[in-house]
């Protein structure tokens, strides 16, 4: 319990003196609340706001949840494809990289026209975005395999696809792990994104839009409240795939026993 | 140019004329390996080596520390293939210097894994190897991770993997070169009652004479690089071998003579190792070689020119 604790307050300590600085900034600086909201009043609107909130938070955690799992597993079977064959390597790495450099906005409208009000264009979004580190991060995790590993598997008279499953794979499984906390991150911003490109019906319309919408119309505190929702949800993910790591990848206690 | 192999120092046929019968297990003619790195520049690792092994023969590889031989074990295993000559011989598995346990396996999963890389399922891998994992003295640390395990019992379950691949011929590379003297000691005993147990052909590979001379039927001695096969020796000792037995001294020292290391200096300096002596063996090499004689086949030209030892009386004494 003391060493949870220990893990924990640091961070505690710093949000507690940036939100204190923060305060008396705009307190006694004489900044205009509709520039920059005082803590006590985005805490305010969380308090009234909670319920509208959280509606609008489920709807943009599913999208971020589900379009990590999409990405997670288009990245996954292009990092194996590319990590077994050169010519694909060849084929795939640079559009891969290339496509981080593309607005989104550019062919959003072409999603919505293909996909409708739903929630896949906006999963396929946040995928588009996820999709690079979690290449990356895997491939490169494939590439890192002791290569004296594989010779043991030759020499074991393994064949290739099953060398990859018994050796490489799980020896992978961290650096992928690891991709896929970037892309956690990574895919929240992405979440934004989605929800501000694409056309969407419904009560809720999620954090993001909720967000444009209030910048919009002065409501600014509530959208810093909304932006905090938003700040705790990546810090929650990249920990608890943290946690997932340490079930899947026992052996790797590479931060002896910090999660990140 | 085919050279012709080295002469032997005793006649090849004494000691296995059951098995000469049959085909050898390993042939290995005249062959020659040399690596490459980015820039061109060139290691000549192995060049002109002969060695041939009968089946059930335990023949053992010391050579100073970079001369080839994990090379060689590689090229038998066809890990890589020669830049010149043939080999020959049933099919290889290797178990590597190091033991290369896979830490997301536990023990008991790490010997299965030759099964499974063959294509057993994973509770049929188990079934088999877990006799075997008793057998080695392993019986209780069936479910530990590699690192719960001492430096001895990786070896073992790394052995009992070499094992299990079921592949006739042995190539084991300085097995015990990472343990401590004393774990090493009752790791030789352990793996001369293993061979006792389940014969196998074995090319051991050590930078540990007296290991050499313990474990082999006959001990291959290995020039610098690049490695040949310098003087070949007989140890015609019945099993189990004492360490103590004056016999095994006298052909640890004459291991020791071919190698060009002056056995009673070496013998004081421990546990009769090439490692150990490497950074002194090196200079004894080039001494032996004689004055400003380089890496030129110092060691060979020492043992060949009779110095001290004369070649039929090596192995038939
Ligand atoms: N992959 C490699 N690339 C370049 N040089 C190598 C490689 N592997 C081994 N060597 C060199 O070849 C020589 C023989 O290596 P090795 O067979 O490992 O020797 P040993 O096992 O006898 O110590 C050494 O000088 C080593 O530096
Ligand atoms: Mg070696």
């Not at chain 1, 006590?40 to 709807?59: D, I, K, M, P, R």
């Not at chain 1, 694409?198 to 909720?210: A, I, K, Q, V």
Request: charged share 20%; hydrophobic share 50%.
């Amino acid at each position: 319990m003391r060493r949870r604790a220990a893990y924990v307050l640091p961070a505690v300590a710093l949000a507690t003196a940036v939100v204190v600085a923060w305060e008396l900034y705009v307190d006694l600086g004489g900044v205009d609340p509709f520039l920059l909201p005082a803590p006590h009043s985005v805490a305010g609107e969380l308090w009234n706001s909670g319920g509208y909130l959280w509606q609008n938070f489920t709807v943009t955690a599913e999208e971020v949840l589900l379009g990590l799992a999409l990405s997670l597993a288009v990245g996954f079977v292009a990092a194996v494809v590319i990590h077994l064959s050169p010519l694909a390597r060849r084929a795939i790495y640079p559009h891969a990289v290339g496509s981080q450099a593309v607005p989104i906005a550019v062919f959003a409208p072409m999603l919505a026209f293909w996909w409708g009000f739903g929630i896949f264009p906006k999963l396929v979004v946040i995928a588009l975005i996820c999709f690079f580190p979690i290449v990356v991060t895997t491939v490169d995790a494939l590439a890192a395999v002791d290569p004296e590993q594989l010779d043991l598997m030759r020499t074991l008279d393994a064949p290739r696809l099953r060398a990859f499953r018994l050796a490489e794979l799980p020896s992978a499984l961290p650096g992928a792990l690891s991709g896929a906390r970037i892309a956690l991150a990574v895919g929240v911003i992405g979440a934004y994104i989605a929800e501000s490109q694409t056309p969407t019906s419904g009560t809720y319309t999620g954090l993001g839009r909720e967000i444009n919408a209030d910048l919009a119309s002065d409501s600014t505190a509530r959208a810093y409240a909304a932006a905090l929702v938003l700040f705790l949800f990546a810090i929650a993910c990249f920990y608890s795939l943290g946690l997932v790591e340490r079930r899947l990848a026992p052996w790797t206690r590479r931060h002896r026993g910090e999660l990140h | 140019m085919p050279a012709p192999p080295p002469s032997r120092l005793s006649a090849p046929s004494e000691r296995s004329s059951g098995a000469s019968a049959s085909a050898p297990a390993l042939e290995v003619e005249r062959i020659a390996h040399t690596y490459r790195d980015r820039s061109g520049r060139e290691v000549r690792a192995l060049e002109n080596l002969w060695l041939t092994v009968s089946k059930g023969e335990v023949v053992a590889l010391v050579g100073p520390s970079g001369c080839g031989k994990s090379t060689l074990l590689k090229l038998i295993c066809q890990l890589t293939s020669p830049d010149a000559g043939t080999l020959r011989g049933e099919p290889a598995v290797l178990m590597f210097q190091r033991d290369l346990l896979l830490p997301w396996l536990h023990a008991l999963d790490n010997a299965a894994l030759a099964l499974r890389a063959a294509g057993r399922s994973r509770g049929s891998a188990r079934a088999a190897a877990r006799p075997l994992f008793a057998e080695l003295g392993l019986d209780g640390f069936e479910q530990a991770r590699p690192d719960e395990l001492s430096g001895g019992m990786r070896q073992r379950v790394a052995f009992a993997r070499t094992l299990l691949s079921g592949k006739p011929l042995l190539c084991l590379d300085e097995p015990f070169g990472a343990l401590d003297a004393i774990t090493r000691m009752q790791m030789q005993s352990w793996l001369e009652a293993a061979l006792l147990h389940r014969p196998r052909t074995v090319v051991l590979v050590t930078h540990d004479v007296e290991e050499a001379v313990l474990l082999a039927d006959r001990v291959a001695v290995l020039s610098p690089r690049p490695g040949t096969v310098l003087a070949e020796l007989e140890i015609p000792l019945a099993r189990p071998r004492a360490r103590t037995d004056p016999l095994v001294a006298e052909l640890r020292e004459r291991a020791l003579r071919a190698l060009g290391l002056d056995a009673a200096r070496a013998g004081a300096t421990g546990t009769a190792g090439i490692a150990g002596a490497a950074g002194a063996g090196t200079a004894g090499v080039a001494g032996a070689a004689g004055a400003g004689g380089e890496r030129s086949p110092g060691p060979a030209a020492s043992v060949r020119g009779g110095g001290g030892v004369h070649p039929a009386g090596l192995a038939r004494r």
